[in-house]
């Protein structure tokens, strides 16, 4: 009977999280264009009105665009060193806490398999790959954005996905 609640309790909340994370993935969506909404409505209401002869004169009077000429190949070595430098250190911090964000997804694995399962949906839907190409480019820098609203359910359900690489690696050599 305790096995019994434990496995109800861990399918209750599996679920609670798979469903939680399919929330914030819309949630977030839904905030991202209500966000849109105000600040075109704030964007039309603070531009004035222009008289249709104050238009004309000001198409009239468009300053000249200056030509510079054709861009150079290398402008600076000294930015491209820094640049280069700067991709290091991303890089690097990347690396050190890799682990550490292997093991946040690791353990909570069900919450972001529903953040990401409406945007699966939507790709797969289309039966042209290109449509389904231009679905998942309009709509998988909206759901970055709405990570940032999202507040993720921790649990310990954990899945090494260590363990997957290596057996996928072993399968195709």
Excluded at 9 to 16: A, K, L
């Amino acid at each position: 009977m305790l096995i019994k609640n434990q496995s109800m309790e861990s399918i209750t909340n599996f679920c609670v999280s798979l469903i939680k994370g399919f929330i914030d993935s819309l949630r977030g969506v839904t905030v991202l264009l209500y966000l849109d909404k105000e600040i075109n409505e704030r964007a039309l209401s603070r531009s004035p009105q222009p008289d249709v002869d104050v238009s004309r004169h000001k198409l009239l009077k468009q300053p000249k665009v200056k030509q510079r000429g054709r861009p150079q190949f290398m402008s600076s070595v000294s930015k491209i060193i820094a640049d280069s430098l700067f991709s290091l250190l991303v890089q690097a911090l990347f690396l050190v806490q890799l682990h550490k964000r292997l093991t946040f997804i690791e353990t909570n694995w069900p919450y972001f398999l529903g953040f990401g399962l409406p945007l699966a949906v939507l790709t797969q839907i289309p039966q042209s790959y290109i449509i389904s190409g231009c679905v998942f480019s309009i709509f998988f820098p909206v759901f970055i954005l709405s990570g940032n609203e999202a507040t993720p359910v921790t649990g310990s359900y954990i899945l090494n996905t260590y363990l997957w690489v290596l057996v996928m690696s072993s399968l195709t050599h």
